[in-house]
Nanobody
Framework: QVQLVESGGGLVQPGGSLGLSCASS????????VGWYRQPPGKERELVAF???????KYGNSVKGRFTISRDNRKKMVYLQMNSLKPEDTAVYYC?????YGQGTQVTVSS
C-alpha cells in the first residue's frame, strides 16, 4: 500500500498563496496519475486537480486559473500551488497517488 505524506497546509489570508507538497513511497510513481482532492467542512470530497502520466491536467471548476498541480517523478513528489485563495477554499486537502490518499492537510483561508 502506497504511503503519502502531505505538508504545507496552514492559515492564509484571502488573496494569499500557499503551496502543498506530497511525498509518495511507491516505487512505480512515474506510472501513476496523481491528484489533489479536498473536503470542505460539512461537504463531500471533491476534485481539485489531477495530472496523468503524460502531464495532462484537469482542474475543478472553482480553482481553474488559480491552482497549479505539478509532479517530480524523480523525487516522487506531487505539488499544488494555490494562488488568489478564497475563504471557500478552506478544506482538508488530500494527495492522491495509485488509488490511495494521504492523511490530509488543513488549509484555512480567513482574515
Amino acid at each position: 500500500q502506497v504511503q503519502l505524506v502531505e505538508s504545507g497546509g496552514g492559515l492564509v489570508q484571502p488573496g494569499g498563496s500557499l503551496g502543498l507538497s506530497c511525498a509518495s513511497s511507491t516505487s512505480m510513481f512515474s506510472f501513476h496519475a496523481v491528484g489533489w482532492y479536498r473536503q470542505p467542512p460539512g461537504k463531500e470530497r471533491e476534485l481539485v486537480a489531477f495530472m496523468t502520466t503524460d502531464g495532462t491536467t484537469k482542474y475543478g471548476n472553482s480553482v481553474k486559473g488559480r491552482f497549479t498541480i505539478s509532479r517530480d517523478n524523480r523525487k516522487k513528489m506531487v505539488y499544488l500551488q494555490m494562488n488568489s485563495l478564497k475563504p471557500e477554499d478552506t478544506a482538508v486537502y488530500y494527495c492522491y497517488v495509485a488509488g490511495g490518499y494521504g492523511q490530509g492537510t488543513q488549509v484555512t483561508v480567513s482574515s
